[in-house]
């Protein structure tokens, strides 16, 4: 006697699918340009506490890319496959926005740290 979690139906992909892992890479990416740029724009401030803000910035938008990219790579396999699980990404929006929060608190710390040093 088959269960229910035996019976297997054939998962359709329609072409919308395709496209949203498209988008969702693409968010991720157009946020990994705002957060080099915002890295790149400290870079010529031209003192050691925006150099080290920048090198922050510019380390997460480089993490994000990357993750970005696995995370397409890794959903592209599975739509191919026809894989009806692995879609959902519960890691990828914190991750972004601890990154983010972290390079804010170094910039202001750093920045406070150096204000007082005068």
Not at 52 to 62: G, K, N, Q, R, Y
Not at 69 to 91: E, K, M, N, Q, S
Request: aromatic residues 12%; charged residues 20%.
């Amino acid at each position: 006697m088959l269960t229910l979690s035996e019976i297997s139906v054939p998962v359709r992909i329609e072409p919308k699918v395709y496209l949203a892992n498209e988008r969702t890479v693409l968010e991720y990416m157009q946020t990994a340009i705002y957060i080099g740029a915002v890295g790149t724009s400290l870079m010529n401030f031209g003192d050691k506490t925006s150099l080290l803000a920048s090198a922050a910035f510019t380390l997460t938008a480089i993490v994000v890319s990357i993750y970005s990219t696995a995370r397409f790579l890794v959903r592209a396999i599975y739509i191919r496959r026809r894989r009806d699980t692995g879609y959902i990404d519960r890691f990828g929006p914190t991750m972004l926005c601890l990154l983010i929060l972290i390079s804010l608190t170094l910039n202001f710390w750093l920045r406070l740290r150096s204000e007082r040093d005068f």
